[in-house]
């Protein structure tokens, strides 16, 4: 079935350093894809998004590319700070199911100074 | 602009006893979301809203049910609850059914003793 799989938590990185989070997708169609970012306390907001083959979705500094050949969608960001501490959930959307999400289960990241 | 609001923030029930969650999406959006986020399991997509009625559900058991009222509003009823039920509730709603985002309330954090 549909379904999306990331890199299990919690990564803990420091402040400037590099981040990726890992995410794959099982699809029988062509998924829209997702980051969604969901600060302590707060509900899940989108970061950012591709909906077709080859897009780069960006935002805030994160990045994810939409490789079909790997069915991947990995989140990278160049330098974390202390506030982008927070969980990261990847997702899928496929339209033929009406605008159901599949969600990974999410990885907390921490970012200490 | 008001986001999505989520009612109550938490609660507290015993086995057996029903809950019952309430969302009010974005103004002008007509679809809501139901999500079980339970630890370690990620989000799990419940039940699907739109002008009025249900378009779509999960893997989730009968006992799980809803309804979304004319002006957008929904509710969530969880029936005969069992301990495996505590979980954070999220509600999200979209402009239109075909829209790609989903813009996620704080939830309800529901604890089953």
């Known amino acids: 079935g549909d379904s999306v799989t990331q890199m299990e938590g919690p990564v803990t990185l420091s402040e400037e350093a590099f981040l990726t989070i890992n995410c794959t997708y099982t699809?029988?169609?062509?998924?829209?894809l997702f980051w969604y970012v969901q600060y302590p306390g707060e509900g899940l907001q989108l970061l950012l998004k591709?909906?077709?083959?080859?897009d780069k979705g960006s935002n805030k500094g994160f990045e994810a590319t939409y490789r079909k050949e790997t069915t991947s969608f990995h989140l990278e960001k160049g330098s974390v700070q202390v506030s982008d501490s927070a969980v990261y959930f990847c997702a899928l959307r496929l339209s033929n199911t009406g605008n159901q999400f599949y969600f990974g289960t999410g990885t907390s990241l921490t970012v200490i100074p | 602009e008001a986001g999505v609001t989520q009612s109550p923030t938490h609660l507290i029930k015993t086995r057996g006893q029903q809950a019952t969650l309430r969302c009010s999406p974005i103004s002008g959006h007509t679809s809501v979301y139901w999500y079980q986020q339970a630890l370690g399991l990620g989000l799990q997509f419940l039940l699907w809203?739109?002008?009025?009625?249900?378009?779509n559900r999960g893997n989730f058991p009968p006992r799980f049910s809803g309804r979304q009222f004319p002006n957008y509003s929904s509710e969530l009823n969880v029936n005969a609850l069992e301990l495996e039920d505590s979980a954070l509730y999220l509600c999200?709603?979209?402009?239109?059914?075909?829209?790609?985002?989903?813009?996620f309330g704080p939830g309800t954090r529901l604890l089953v003793l």
């Open positions: 591709a909906t077709k083959a080859d």
């Open positions: 699809a029988t169609g062509y998924p829209s």
């Open positions: 999200a709603s979209s402009l239109l059914w075909r829209s790609e985002t989903q813009y």
């Open positions: 809203y739109d002008e009025g009625e249900e378009r």
